[in-house]
């Protein structure tokens, strides 16, 4: 019997958001900006402790929200804890945004923002970043004075690695006094640069972070939104009762109370993300100027194949073929013989022409 099942429209017409290829481990991770060395110690003792009886239970949050939110520099009702990154970003969709109603991106970025405006049903709008990946502020903010619903601006952004200075995200929020500005801050770490103490002056403004990049927790998904009490107790009636698994948390306190670990590897990435550049660079590749754990590359017509070739030989990249262009590819710093080996290999399979 053919049973016609009513999905939406929205759902039929969209692509599905493809998550990594399954059969990565053990290979040379630098294709979703992972930590891949690993989470620190801390966390490993922390899961080790969890008890039959805790996870038999479910999740409380008042505690360890207040010591995550501590470190923080925030008050426990200035943090939302959320299952994952991507979750901290679908709340907004769930709070803000309604049928035929828009929002605004910035591209190349992040696809997660376009995906769930789709669901959603949302109106896109798009201003791009130019040929050398500089933010358009001007464009920016022209759309801005359209009043859109939500603003998402990840910063640094991916996959660019382009980091808008504070004197621009002010402007950004002084025009967007009718917009919900969301700065997806999933690399800040590396950055060096968080708009966190900013919440207290802009009450539109919502930060959403990441314990799946420098803290190496991607496996746990655990993310937060941060922003003023009074702007997250709307966020928090889109939440469901217990979105945040107990390992989650303990690995997230254990991260933070380990931040000497954190902050090693976050030097460790920016010296070899810097090295690595200027080894691409020698070589004639065209590069981006990062605040991220990941490189914007450009290596030409003859990029995909070297892309394929590196696959084969187990070196996971990530072109950007369908949103750049030819040749375009976002490499994660992994450790430094991981970036040795890679700069091997291209040495070895590729040619400036």
Same mark, same amino acid.
């Given at each position: 019997?053919?049973?016609?099942?009513?999905?939406?429209?929205?759902?039929?017409?969209?692509?599905?958001?493809?998550?990594?290829?399954?059969?990565?481990?053990?290979?040379?991770?630098?294709?979703?900006?992972?930590?891949?060395?690993?989470?620190?110690?801390?966390?490993?003792?922390?899961?080790?402790?969890?008890?039959?009886?805790?996870?038999?239970?479910?999740?409380?949050?008042?505690?360890?929200?207040?010591?995550?939110?501590?470190?923080?520099?925030?008050?426990?009702?200035?943090?939302?804890?959320?299952?994952?990154?991507?979750?901290?970003?679908?709340?907004?969709?769930?709070?803000?945004?309604?049928?035929?109603?828009?929002?605004?991106?910035?591209?190349?970025?992040?696809?997660?923002?376009?995906?769930?405006?789709?669901?959603?049903?949302?109106?896109?709008?798009?201003?791009?970043?130019?040929?050398?990946?500089?933010?358009?502020?001007?464009?920016?903010?022209?759309?801005?004075?359209?009043?859109?619903?939500?603003?998402?601006?990840?910063?640094?952004?991916?996959?660019?690695?382009?980091?808008?200075?504070?004197?621009?995200?002010?402007?950004?929020?002084?025009?967007?006094?009718?917009? @919900?500005?969301?700065?997806?801050?999933?690399?800040?770490?590396?950055?060096?640069?968080?708009?966190?103490?900013?919440?207290?002056?802009?009450?539109?403004?919502?930060?959403?972070?990441?314990?799946?990049?420098?803290?190496?927790?991607?496996?746990?998904?655990?993310?937060?939104?941060?922003?003023?009490?009074?702007?997250?107790?709307?966020?928090?009636?889109?939440?469901?009762?217990?979105?945040?698994?107990?390992?989650?948390?303990?690995?997230?306190?254990?991260?933070?109370?380990?931040?000497?670990?954190?902050?090693?590897? @976050?030097?460790?990435?920016?010296?070899?993300?810097?090295?690595?550049?200027?080894?691409?660079?020698?070589?004639?590749?065209?590069?981006?100027?990062?605040?991220?754990?990941?490189?914007?590359?450009?290596?030409?017509?003859?990029?995909?194949?070297?892309?394929?070739?590196?696959?084969?030989?187990?070196?996971?990249?990530?072109?950007?073929?369908?949103?750049?262009?030819?040749?375009?590819?976002?490499?994660?710093?992994?450790?430094?013989?991981?970036?040795?080996?890679?700069?091997e290999q291209i040495r070895k399979h590729w040619s400036a022409g």
């Amino acid at each position: 019997m053919k049973t016609r099942l009513p999905v939406r429209a929205a759902i039929l017409k969209r692509k599905t958001y493809e998550a990594p290829a399954e059969g990565r481990a053990g290979k040379i991770r630098l294709d979703f900006n992972e930590n891949t060395a690993g989470c620190g110690p801390a966390v490993i003792r922390a899961l080790a402790k969890l008890s039959p009886q805790q996870l038999a239970m479910y999740p409380e949050y008042q505690k360890p929200t207040a010591r995550i939110a501590r470190h923080l520099g925030v008050h426990p009702n200035e943090l939302l804890l959320t299952n994952g990154g991507d979750d901290a970003l679908r709340v907004f969709f769930d709070t803000f945004v309604e049928p035929r109603t828009h929002i605004l991106i910035c591209e190349p970025t992040f696809p997660i923002y376009r995906y769930y405006a789709e669901i959603a049903s949302a109106r896109i709008e798009v201003c791009r970043y130019d040929l050398q990946q500089r933010f358009p502020l001007a464009e920016v903010l022209t759309a801005l004075r359209r009043k859109p619903r939500v603003f998402f601006l990840a910063n640094p952004n991916n996959p660019t690695g382009t980091l808008v200075a504070p004197a621009a995200l002010r402007r950004i929020l002084n025009v967007a006094t009718n917009t @919900v500005v969301v700065f997806d801050e999933a690399y800040a770490d590396f950055s060096g640069f968080s708009a966190i103490p900013w919440i207290h002056r802009y009450p539109n403004l919502f930060i959403a972070r990441t314990f799946s990049k420098a803290a190496g927790l991607a496996a746990l998904r655990l993310g937060a939104v941060l922003a003023n009490k009074e702007s997250l107790a709307l966020v928090r009636r889109a939440m469901p009762p217990f979105p945040v698994n107990l390992a989650a948390l303990f690995g997230a306190e254990a991260a933070l109370t380990d931040r000497k670990t954190v902050r090693a590897y @976050v030097r460790n990435i920016r010296r070899t993300r810097d090295s690595f550049a200027n080894g691409l660079q020698k070589l004639g590749v065209t590069t981006f100027p990062s605040a991220g754990n990941f490189l914007l590359a450009n290596f030409g017509p003859a990029g995909p194949a070297l892309f394929d070739k590196l696959e084969r030989r187990g070196i996971l990249l990530r072109p950007r073929t369908n949103d750049i262009g030819t040749g375009f590819v976002r490499i994660t710093i992994g450790t430094q013989s991981e970036m040795k080996i890679l700069l091997e290999q291209i040495r070895k399979h590729w040619s400036a022409g």
